[in-house]
């Protein structure tokens, strides 16, 4: 089941800009360990679902996940071979909008090397660079 708003106010959004950091979402707050962005970048709902499953499969019994980001900004799509003009295509899905610091998910429960492994499973599935980081170490340089 993919992450996606109950309702939304407006079924078209502007696209906005990726510019800056992220200020908000960029410690720790649940887990020991977290998978930091290190650029920005739209994270669909189908990435996020790749990821989470990744790392429930490899973290096995006694771990804890948490996901940081929520796709609630809607992207448009127009289809194939339609000409110029005519409008802004239809919704096609949902994207979390990441910049660089941010705190995609959080884990628990593992030893360190289970959560190195899992990390290297889970950063395949992204779209951009991450790192991960262990709770009370905090040298991000932006």
């Known amino acids: 089941m993919y992450l996606q708003p109950k309702k939304v106010r407006w079924r078209k959004q502007r696209r906005g800009t990726l510019k800056g950091k992220a200020f ?3 410690k720790l707050a649940f887990g020991e360990y977290g998978i930091q962005a ?3 970048a739209w994270i669909t709902q189908q990435q996020i679902e790749a990821v989470r499953v990744a790392l429930v ?3 096995k019994k006694g771990a804890k996940v948490w ?3 929520f796709p609630d900004k809607p992207y448009t ?3 194939n071979e339609v000409r110029m003009g005519g409008g802004k295509g239809d919704p096609e899905g949902f994207v979390a909008v990441v910049k660089p610091g941010r705190i995609l998910f959080e884990f628990t429960g593992v030893p360190e090397e289970v959560a190195q492994e899992a990390f290297t499973i889970a950063a395949s599935k992204l779209p951009i660079p991450v790192r ?3 709770y009370g170490e905090f040298t991000f340089k932006y």
Do not use: A, C, Q, T
């Open 67 to 69: 996901i940081r980001i």
């Open 132 to 134: 991960l980081v262990k």
């Open 77 to 79: 799509k127009k289809p």
């Open 24 to 26: 908000r979402g960029n």
């Open 38 to 40: 290190l650029d920005r």
């Open 57 to 59: 499969r490899s973290l």
